[in-house]
C-alpha cells in the first residue's frame, strides 16, 4: 500500500516537472488514474503487477456501465502515460500498454444527464396532476437505482424494503439482485402510496408498485412516454429515455469515486468477460457506494 503511495506521489512530480502539466490536468489524470487504481486493489494486486488482461477486464468494465467512448479514450489515455512512467523509472521492466486500443468515438451511446436536468426534470412534474407523484417516484427511482425500464415495471411493493433502504430487483434471466435506495427515492415512494392505497387494483396486479389509472402494471411504452413528456416540460433538448436514467446513474457513481465493481453489481452484470468476480462484494458495501458517492443521496440546498 505505502509502495502505491510513493509511486502515485512520483508520478505527480513527474507530469509536473517532466511532462509540464498544469494542476488541473494533473488532478484529471490521477482521477482517471484513480479508477483503476481501486480496481486493481480489488483484484487484489499491485500496480507494478498489473498485466495486459487485467486492463482488458477494467475497460471492459468501463463498456459494460456505458461510459462513453471518449471518456473511456481519455482513461486510456491517462492509463498509458502512468505505466510509460512506471517503466521510464524501473518499477516495471514491460508496459502491459502496450496492445491497448482506444475505443471508436463514433460509437453511440445514450445520453447522459446531468445532476442539474435530474433535477429539473423532477422539479418540472406537476404534483397536482394525478399521476404526478407517481411519476415523480418512478424517475426518482429509476435514477437512484439505475433499473432498466423493464425491471422498474415489474417491481413489485413487496420488494421494497423501506427500513433496509433496498429493493429487490428481478432481471434478465430472472436473476434477482438487491439495489440500495436512497432515501429521496424511498420518500416518493411513500408519498406515491398513499394515491396508490386508493386506487381499485385489477386481480394479478395487487403487487405491482407502479400502477396505471386501469389499476395494472404500466407498459414500457408509458414509461417512455413519461419521459419524453417531462424532458419537453424541463426545456431538455436530448434525445433521452428509461436507458438514459441508467447509464446517469452509473456514470455519475463513476465520476464520483464510486467503486466499478460496486456499480456493476448493482446494474445487475454479473459477468464482464470470463469470470463472476461480484461475490466477495456484500450488501453493506454496496449501500456504502450509493451514500457516499450518488449524487441525489447527499442533501439539495
Known amino acids: 500500500m505505502q509502495e502505491g503511495k510513493d509511486i502515485i506521489s512520483k508520478y505527480k512530480i513527474y507530469l509536473r516537472l517532466e511532462k509540464g502539466l498544469s494542476s488541473n490536468s494533473i488532478d484529471a489524470y490521477l482521477t482517471d488514474l484513480d479508477k483503476l487504481i481501486r480496481f486493481v486493489e480489488q483484484e487484489g494486486l499491485k500496480l507494478t503487477e498489473v498485466q495486459y488482461e487485467n486492463l482488458q477486464h ?3 468494465g468501463l463498456h459494460d456501465i456505458g461510459i462513453h467512448p471518449r471518456s473511456q ?3 486510456i489515455s491517462g492509463v498509458k502515460s502512468f505505466f510509460r512512467f512506471l517503466v521510464l523509472d524501473d518499477y516495471m521492466t514491460i508496459d502491459p500498454t502496450e496492445l491497448l486500443e ?12 446531468t445532476l442539474n436536468e435530474i433535477n429539473n426534470l423532477l422539479d418540472s412534474i406537476d404534483l397536482s396532476e394525478p399521476e404526478g407523484q407517481r411519476n415523480r417516484a418512478i424517475l426518482e427511482v429509476l435514477y437512484s437505482c439505475g433499473l432498466r425500464v423493464s425491471e422498474l415495471t415489474s417491481l413489485r411493493y413487496s420488494d421494497v424494503f423501506f427500513e433496509e433502504a433496498f429493493i429487490k430487483v428481478e432481471g434478465k434471466g430472472n436473476k434477482q439482485r438487491l439495489v440500495p435506495i436512497s432515501e429521496p427515492a424511498l420518500k416518493e415512494i411513500k408519498n406515491y402510496l398513499y394515491n396508490r392505497n386508493l386506487m381499485v387494483v385489477k386481480k ?13 402494471a404500466l407498459s414500457r411504452i408509458t414509461i417512455f412516454h413519461i ?4 424532458a419537453e416540460r424541463a426545456g431538455i433538448q436530448k434525445n433521452i429515455s428509461p436507458h438514459t436514467f441508467r447509464h446517469s446513474f452509473a456514470t455519475h457513481l463513476l465520476e464520483g ?5 460496486a456499480i456493476q453489481k448493482m446494474l445487475g452484470h454479473e459477468k464482464i468477460t470470463t469470470t463472476e468476480i461480484y461475490t466477495h462484494i456484500d450488501r453493506e458495501f454496496l449501500r456504502r457506494e450509493i451514500l457516499e458517492h450518488h449524487p441525489r443521496s447527499k442533501p439539495r440546498y
Open 73 to 75: 479514450a481519455r482513461i
Open 102 to 113: 482506444a475505443p471508436k468515438i463514433g460509437m453511440k451511446l445514450p445520453e447522459v444527464l
Open 58 to 60: 477494467f475497460l471492459a
Open 227 to 230: 419521459i419524453k413528456q417531462q
Open 257 to 261: 469515486g464510486a467503486h466499478l465493481l
Open 204 to 216: 394479478g396486479h395487487e403487487d405491482i408498485l407502479f400502477l396505471s389509472r386501469r389499476g395494472t
